[in-house]
């Protein structure tokens, strides 16, 4: 929602402005008031189970601002690395003695002790964040991708340039910066599909026989909203026990740099999503 890479091809913490970091951890807590209904609290974020909770999101482990009101009180801290691609969330009570001595800062706000960071239960620690494969790729791949002045050209360089990875649909949106940016893959007469073909580049998508043949070649498996681009050849004595799938009556393997290029299989009910 911050990055909106739709609009403006936005992707990594550094390209916030300083006043849109500040209020990443307001949506933060409105969108997991939304996902779970918790009434408000009369002091507080939140009343869960009748009980009073603060909801604090911090960009280091545990480093919460805790205001004075909250102190007694039960919170529910938050933290999150785009980079690392790992999140985390725990429970403690903001006792006073699990505070740091000093005054905090102007509004009086503390952070936990080094006792307090002890005492946190952890619901989810180190837990996996949905990939962003534009902080995956190097430097120069990212260059090339957002280097073309077409939506279209972005989005085929994109798969073509992150095979193997996981691509969720939010980093489609930012390499295309269009209203339409699905169009952008599908394998219709413009779309990445059709365009990658030529080059033996296959792109499975959220469908079930696209996630079969993918997990089939020991690819990672795409859900829904996720994308995985991989070169295909057909295979060879050369490739021995390689792990292949069947389509239009031929064996494929994903392809070694050695293979020559040649066209792309059609891939499965390339227009049926399934339930």
Request: some cysteine.
């Amino acid at each position: 929602m911050l990055y909106d890479g739709k609009n403006t091809g936005r992707y990594r913490w550094e390209q916030l402005h300083k006043t849109e970091k500040t209020h990443c951890g307001t949506l933060i807590e409105i969108n997991l008031q939304r996902e779970f209904k918790f009434p408000d609290g009369n002091i507080l974020d939140y009343r869960i189970c009748g009980i009073e909770v603060d909801c604090k999101f911090s960009q280091k482990l545990a480093d919460w601002m805790i205001p004075p009101e909250a102190e007694g009180h039960i919170l529910l801290g938050l933290w999150a690395n785009d980079k690392l691609g790992r999140w985390s969330a725990g429970l403690v009570r903001a006792d006073p003695s699990y505070l740091q001595r000093s005054h905090g800062n102007r509004d009086k706000k503390r952070q936990l002790s080094s006792t307090g960071r002890g005492m946190v239960r952890w619901l989810f620690r180190n837990a996996k964040l949905k990939d962003n494969v534009l902080l995956r790729l190097p430097e120069k791949d990212v260059k090339a991708i957002f280097s073309h002045s077409s939506g279209q050209q972005r989005v085929n360089e994109l798969f073509r340039r992150a095979q193997r990875h996981l691509i969720s649909r939010t980093v489609v949106a930012t390499v295309a910066q269009q209203e339409d940016y699905m169009a952008r893959v599908r394998g219709s007469k413009n779309g990445a599909r059709t365009h990658l073909r030529p080059e033996g580049i296959v792109i499975f998508g959220q469908y079930k026989n696209h996630a079969q043949d993918a997990e089939k070649l020991g690819l990672p498996v795409p859900g829904p909203g996720e994308f995985v681009s991989v070169r295909l050849a057909r295979k060879r004595s050369h490739h021995g026990n390689a792990p292949s799938i069947v389509l239009d009556g031929v064996e494929w393997v994903v392809a070694e740099e050695s293979d020559p290029v040649e066209p792309a299989p059609l891939l499965r009910n390339i227009g049926r999503l399934e339930e």
